[in-house]
């Protein structure tokens, strides 16, 4: 017996909403009541976050356009760009598998230690770096003491959500210092440093036939280094930190860029 017969498509699509974004995909090639209801906006409407209208509403893209859009194609849009929002200083995006949100925190949004001094960090505009999703990214010149942090409340984020912290950088054509000191990447959650903080040591720049590599190229033409994971239970934990930091007196380094740390849900 057909279902689309016995239920009509309201129930298939109620029944389809519990399912995930991939399993409503693969049940729109069924047959085409199968489609309608797998394609509808009460489908696809599940599968955004609860909050995605503000969210784009604090965007400087085009709202309208984002919300007039049908569910699915929003969907998929959120999942393959990326979106500017809190005037221009994080990117939001989706997990294409889950719907997870996806933030990442620009350069500017970060704690950076003499970050306003021009003879230690320069800010380059994006015109020179097309490929950065932000207007200005930050340029290591000369420093002695290395810090950058990089702050967002924990409320913004998915619920029971194992999430990833990656720095996102490259270098520039000279750089210096990097290939032989270990930068102290770690997650915590302020406030419970004592009990969250995880930690760990990693040479940003090691020789060419050094392997595995740290990092991993990434498809827009920057590179990323896991600095840590943590599990957000309900969101109310307050504020993540997600940190880089070395000193050392006799090593002046520079030459990396920064354009954020970005979190997104671990792959399962």
Known sequence: MDICVVLPEECISRIIS???????CRSSVVSPAFK????????????????YQQIISSSSSTTTTLVSLPKKDLYFYLCDSHLLVNNGTLSFSLNKENGKKCYMVGARRLSITWGDEPR????TDQRLLPES????????KYVWWFDVKGRLETKILSSKTNYVAYLV?????????????????SVY?????????????????PPRNSLPRPYQLRGDGWMEIEMGEFFNEHGTDGVLVCSLFDFDGFSPKGGLIVEGIQLRPKNQ
Do not use: M
């Not at 959650?189 to 720049?205: A, F």
């Open 120 to 123: 230690y960090w320069t800010w």
């Open 169 to 185: 950088f490259k270098f520039a054509n000279y750089r210096h210092g990097f290939e032989d000191r270990h930068i102290e990447l």
């Open 189 to 205: 959650r302020e406030g419970r440093e004592s009990e969250t903080r995880r930690t760990k040591k990693v040479v940003l720049d």
């Open 133 to 140: 999703r932000f207007a200005q990214v930050a340029e290591l």
């Open 36 to 51: 309608s209801a797998a394609d509808s906006d009460a489908v696809w409407e599940t599968f955004l976050p609860s909050d």
């Open 18 to 24: 519990f399912t995930s974004p991939r399993d409503a």
